[in-house]
């Protein structure tokens, strides 16, 4: 079983800044890609940002030039800056990670249960 628990949501004025944290405790081998999802209200789940285990990141064309993703691999967690916030910014963040929790079966997608972001205009 792996857990992650995400933190660092909440409420901010458009324009403002807020750190999501995210770690993985469990049953872990490794843990390959990390990323954050979000989903609006009525709307899909999209992609935020994902991280490789190396270190190379993606980010979704919203968010480009004002969150960056890193994470701390001694420490199984993922994190997410997020500056000049937007109103169309505020929706749920998901925490995602591929984790081995077993040598010798591939690794599976883990979910967090979310934390709230609202920026407020």
């Known amino acids: 079983q792996v857990q992650l628990v995400e933190s660092g949501g909440g409420l901010v004025q458009a324009g403002g800044s807020l750190r999501l944290s995210c770690a993985a405790s469990?049953?872990?081998?490794?843990?390959?890609?990390m990323g954050w999802y979000r989903q609006a209200p009525g709307k899909q789940r999209e992609l935020v940002a994902i991280?490789?285990?190396?270190?190379?990141?993606n980010y979704a064309d919203s968010v480009k030039g004002r969150f960056t993703i890193s994470r701390d691999n001694a420490k199984n967690t993922v994190y997410l800056q997020m500056n000049s916030l937007k109103p169309e910014d505020t929706a749920v963040y998901y925490c995602?990670?591929?984790?081995?929790?077993?040598?010798?079966?591939?690794?599976?997608?883990?979910w967090g249960k979310g934390t709230l972001v609202t920026v407020s205009s």
């Open positions: 991280i490789t285990a190396g270190g190379s990141t």
């Open positions: 995602n990670a591929e984790v081995r929790q077993v040598y010798y079966r591939p690794p599976e997608d883990c």
């Open positions: 469990g049953r872990i081998v490794s843990i390959n890609a």
